[in-house]
């Protein structure tokens, strides 16, 4: 019986293309091959990164479509309510990222408040500069509140984190935490507009849904303190770009850091220019171990379903839910 055919849209780790190999023969095939139309038509298994969209026009070229397995805990590139109206499964990759994020999200929070990135461009420039004590102060993070949006496992691993530095925390979530990660954390619920208004650092980690896109736009940064910082570690388009950069060129907030952006990879020309602001390319889950151990995950799903078993890690339906985590 020929073996299923596994298609996975661009380079991956080879610990996860040797699981792979155990079910299927696997192709590589990026949107430019000019074999991709022939490979989808026979494909019972697609492994996609973050960046491929998988919509109607895909479904409709791979009629023979078992299981989409994203390399990614986010899933807002896929029409999940169009993968299950035609029974194909489909699976992210919760919890082997989950510390890499926080880790980067923490950094973040360091790099704005310091004024870190600042500093090292000063430095690459060849300006010439001296110690001095008035030189690039930022503001200690210590006794500062940090509100999360979204405290699901990336949320509640950076509340660990910056509890150990001293800060405080409080979150705002579709639901609350379990109590004794609430009292480990001294986390408070807080609603939207109450955690803006009087947090100093605002992170956010919920998913990216009809519900959260734009959630932090115009309104809601004036609703920050002006001495505020925004991370974004989470997806570009759940902050409005346009009112982001607004909002730092008028000093309505007093930083930002953003690992991911609205139109991802193209970065509004006033943020690049901006010193108040600090631009990684979505490098949030971008170690060799968290990439490792992604891609085995969605590997693993495509193993299941292949053998007729359950996926381990599905994504369900939308139930037209519309909160943040
Ligand atoms: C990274 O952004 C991910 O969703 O895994």
Request: hydrophobic share 45%.
């Amino acid at each position: 019986m020929a073996r299923p055919l596994i298609v996975v849209t661009g380079w991956i780790p080879q610990a996860g293309m040797d699981v792979l190999a155990t079910a299927g023969d696997v192709v590589v095939s990026p949107a430019d091959d000019p074999q991709r139309a022939d490979r989808l038509s026979a494909a019972a298994a697609i492994v996609t990164l973050l960046t491929d969209r998988v919509d109607h026009a895909l479904l409709d070229a791979a009629p023979s479509l078992q299981i989409v397995a994203n390399v990614a805990v986010g899933h807002d590139n896929i029409d999940i309510a169009a993968c299950h109206a035609r029974g194909v499964h489909v699976t992210n990759t919760p919890g082997v990222l989950t510390d890499a994020t926080a880790d980067l999200a923490m950094g973040l929070i360091l790099m704005s408040t310091r004024r870190l990135g600042e500093g090292e461009r000063l430095v690459r420039s060849g300006e010439p500069w001296a110690w001095s004590m008035s030189m690039m102060l930022g503001t200690g993070v210590q006794g500062r509140r940090l509100g999360i949006i979204g405290m699901g496992g990336i949320g509640t691993a950076l509340a660990r984190r910056a509890r150990a530095f001293g800060l405080s925390v409080v979150y705002h979530n579709r639901r609350r935490v379990d109590r004794a990660v609430e009292d480990e954390l001294a986390a408070e619920l807080l609603d939207l507009d109450d955690l803006l208004a009087t947090s100093d650092i605002v992170s956010l980690h919920c998913p990216h849904t009809d519900a959260t896109h734009h959630l932090i736009d115009r309104s809601a940064l004036e609703t920050m303190k002006r001495s505020a910082h925004l991370v974004n570690t989470a997806r570009g388009p759940i902050v409005d770009e346009a009112a982001l950069v607004a909002a730092l060129a008028g000093g309505t907030i007093a930083g930002a850091a953003l690992d991911v952006f609205e139109h991802e990879p193209d970065v509004h020309p006033a943020l690049r220019s901006s010193d108040r602001v600090v631009l990684l390319p979505h490098l949030g889950s971008a170690t060799v171990e968290t990439r490792d151990a992604m891609a085995t995950t969605a590997a693993r799903n495509v193993v299941a379903v292949l053998d007729g078993g359950a996926p381990l890690t599905p994504v369900l339906p939308p139930k037209g839910d519309v909160g943040v985590s």
